[in-house]
T-cell receptor, first 114, second 114 residues
Framework: KAGVTQTPRYLIKTRGQQVTLSCSPISGHRSVSWYQQTPGQGLQFLFEYFSETQRNKGNFPGRFSGRQFSNSRSEMNVSTLELGDSALYLC?????????????FGPGTRLTVT | GNSVTQMEGPVTLSEEAFLTINCTYTATGYPSLFWYVQYPGEGLQLLLKATKADDKGSNKGFEATYRKETTSFHLEKGSVQVSDSAVYFCALSETQGGSEKLVFGKGMKLTVNP
């Protein structure tokens, strides 16, 4: 069974631009979560989608948005990029994501904002 | 809100040494607890989990016991190998808005020398 895939793996953008990251969950998984990983703040939850609906959102500004498609693939978008948005963005999928369920993480997209 | 505090390191050990990584949590109720590992250039992998008090999670020689009385979930391994070099994250699962999210500790980088 293929794992979680994320594209692109690396990305360099300039301040003020916008970026879209993509995540394909494990086949059959309906929940997709996104996390931001930085050296200073560690791993922080961005949002979670289940069956095309956002069920949960972390404390990030409105510049961070996401969506999920009917095939469970998910995208996240960051508009008006800032230097502080440089991070590793991780996507994780789960079957239903209930209490105690395991999440499977992708390799991440490394975003560098210059 | 809920939080996780763990040893941050970095820690360097010799092969076959004993490993303990302390992790304590603050939470309402009794969340599920996890240890994730991140190898260089990769995403997170679930190492082990425990879903209720006194549960012991174990995998690949690693163990951790859910201690309700001390709100702890310390990770141990009796004899580490060079291949265990990675960053280790303690996490809890928090229910919010009908969904789950992971709250992570800062992570601890472990290097094992031959």
């Amino acid at each position: 069974k293929a794992g979680v895939t994320q594209t692109p793996r690396y990305l360099i953008k300039t301040r003020g631009q916008q970026v879209t990251l993509s995540c394909s969950p494990i086949s059959g998984h309906r929940s997709v979560s996104w996390y931001q990983q930085t050296p200073g703040q560690g791993l922080q939850f961005l949002f979670e989608y289940f069956s095309e609906t956002q069920r949960n959102k972390g404390n990030f500004p409105g510049r961070f948005s996401g969506r999920q498609f009917s095939n469970s693939r998910s995208e996240m978008n960051v508009s008006t990029l800032e230097l502080g948005d440089s991070a590793l963005y991780l996507c994780a999928s789960s079957l239903f994501y209930r209490e105690g369920d395991e999440q499977y993480f992708g390799p991440g997209t490394r975003l560098t904002v210059t | 809100g809920n939080s996780v505090t763990q040893m941050e390191g970095p820690v360097t050990l010799s092969e076959e040494a004993f490993l303990t990584i302390n992790c304590t949590y603050t939470a309402t109720g009794y969340p599920s607890l996890f240890w994730y590992v991140q190898y260089p250039g990769e995403g997170l992998q679930l190492l082990l989990k425990a879903t209720k008090a006194d549960d012991k999670g174990s995998n690949k020689g690693f163990e951790a016991t859910y201690r309700k009385e001390t709100t702890s979930f310390h990770l141990e391994k009796g004899s580490v190998q060079v291949s265990d070099s990675a960053v280790y994250f303690c996490a809890l699962s928090e229910t919010q808005g009908g969904s789950e999210k992971l709250v992570f500790g800062k992570g601890m980088k472990l290097t094992v020398n031959p």
